[in-house]
């Protein structure tokens, strides 16, 4: 008779206990949670319909019964055209299956190492005391990871918003995967492209500046430029409405001290709802900008831009005046870096600081801020209403490469890493894999990889 433990690693047991978990999630999805009733892809949809179809402009329009309109610069009206084209229904089923390729994309690319770290194979004792070689399944962490990530509440709500925040997130990491793989020529165009949709990703051309891919940054900032000058020329008026108007109208998106809004100036509108010190704000983005500065380039040091990229989203969060909950999903990469670099240490520090990431992770899951959606004034809103905000300053703090976490916890003088061999060197960098995991690696100015470790 088999033991319940062989019943549950078995391939029947897996697909069943996967099954199960993808049900569950769907049923908790479709109950328990806020559904916003596709409100953003509404505006979209609402404000395209009436350009096109009505001669209307951009940012004038409102969706009815709201005082909520189109506040993306012009290019994002450009994008989304084809919208006119579409029935409402169909407009909806096209905003998610893109958020789901999205998803699907970032998993593979940002869960994958934390996933190979944890199903690599593994020896066993057989029935005869000889030592077994077991490979486990990656299907199935990817299962789990998937249902966690469906929870977390920026994108739950980002699905049901009907937002474009995991397609900016997507092209973001696409230019960080090619400079992770050693393609860095080519990276610039989808942070290029996604700053001129929204502009929160900008920060990343500033990234790319401040580590020394000056080459990158100008491919961004050309085709963010290129972007821009393209909807000027479809809708000059519209362009001159954002730029000079519509963009510097914070009313426009919203009360900057309403608890949804989860960064620095959030945080200073609620203490101060009347007048917010401008003056502060300043202080506290420039001091997060420092610190910014000083671990992406750490990260880049260690041969890591997706902890680089994933500080410079936590970052863009913190600084932006507007960041709502379902815009942390830039926080998705952080929480994921962190998982994989707390696998990397040893196991007597693993546990403890897996226990860490779990409870992070149920915070963000909570929506405990909307507790003081209606008095968020007062010591207990000044902790609970900005819990978000407190997270995302810790993550830009702890995350860390988990290369640097493996070196850590190696014995002394096992500086590299074993198995890690130069595979292409680019714009002064090698870039080597090790683990499974594509890194990057300063290499000197000649074009000398010097030594694979």
């Given at each position: 008779m088999r033991r319940p433990r062989s019943i549950l690693t078995g391939t029947g047991g897996l697909v069943a206990l996967a099954a199960l978990l993808v049900v569950a999630t769907a049923v908790f999805l479709a109950t328990v949670p806020l559904h916003r009733g596709f409100f953003d892809v509404g505006v979209y949809y609402g404000t395209v319909n009436d350009w096109i179809h009505h001669d209307g402009r951009i940012y004038d329009y409102l969706r009815p019964g709201t005082h909520y309109g189109f506040t993306y610069p012009p290019f994002a009206a450009v994008v989304m055209l084809p919208m006119a084209l579409v029935s409402w229904h169909v407009a909806i089923a096209i905003s998610t299956v893109l958020s789901v390729l999205a998803s699907a994309l970032l998993l593979r690319w940002l869960a994958g190492p934390a996933v190979r770290r944890l199903v690599g194979p593994r020896v066993a004792s057989g029935r005869d005391g000889e030592p077994v070689r077991r490979e486990r399944r990656p299907w199935f962490v990817f299962v789990v990871a998937g249902c966690l990530f469906a929870l977390f509440e920026p994108v739950r709500d980002t699905f049901s918003f009907g937002q474009v925040?995991?397609?900016?997130?997507?092209?973001?990491?696409?230019?960080?995967?090619?400079?992770?793989?050693?393609r860095g020529r080519y990276a610039g165009i989808g942070i290029g492209l996604a700053t001129a949709i929204k502009l929160t990703p900008a920060l990343f051309i500033g990234y790319l500046l401040v580590t020394g891919r000056r080459r990158q940054a100008a491919v961004a900032t050309g085709t963010a430029g290129a972007a821009t000058l393209l909807?000027?020329?479809?809708?000059?008026?519209?362009?001159?409405?954002?730029?000079?108007?519509?963009?510097?109208?914070?009313?426009?998106?919203?009360?900057?001290?309403?608890?949804?809004?989860?960064?620095?100036?959030?945080?200073?509108?609620?203490?101060?709802?009347?007048?917010?010190?401008?003056?502060?704000?300043?202080v506290c983005v420039l001091a997060v900008l420092a610190v910014w500065v000083y671990r992406s380039r750490a990260a880049v040091r260690?041969?890591?831009?997706?902890?680089?990229?994933?500080?410079?989203?936590?970052?863009?969060?913190?600084?932006?005046?507007?960041?709502?909950?379902?815009?942390?999903?830039?926080?998705?990469?952080?929480?994921?870096?962190?998982?994989?670099?707390?696998?990397s240490r040893n196991p007597g520090e693993r546990r403890r600081s897996l226990a860490v990431c779990a409870a992070l992770y149920v915070v963000l899951c909570s929506s405990v801020v909307w507790l003081w959606r209606w008095d968020s004034t007062g010591p207990d809103a000044f902790l609970g209403a900005n819990i978000y905000v407190w997270i995302t300053l810790g993550l830009l703090f702890v995350v860390a490469s988990p290369e640097r976490s493996a070196r850590s916890a190696a014995a002394p003088g096992a500086g590299r890493v074993p198995g890690a061999t130069a595979a292409v060197v680019t714009d002064g960098v090698a870039a080597t894999r090790s683990a499974g995991v594509w890194r990057r690696r300063a290499v000197d100015p000649s074009g000398d990889p010097g030594s694979s470790g």
């Open positions: 925040n995991l397609l900016l997130v997507a092209l973001v990491f696409a230019d960080a995967r090619l400079l992770a793989t050693g909807a000027a020329l479809v809708d000059p008026g519209a362009s001159r409405a954002f730029w000079t108007g519509a963009l510097w109208d914070t009313d426009r998106v919203g009360s900057l001290s309403y608890v949804s809004n989860q960064s620095l100036q959030g945080v200073l509108a609620r203490l101060q709802p009347e007048h917010p010190s401008r003056l502060v704000w300043l260690d041969g890591d831009d997706r902890t680089g990229f994933a500080l410079t989203g936590l970052a863009a969060c913190l600084v932006s005046p507007v960041t709502w909950v379902h815009h942390l999903v830039w926080l998705v990469p952080a929480l994921l870096v962190l998982t994989d670099s707390v696998l």
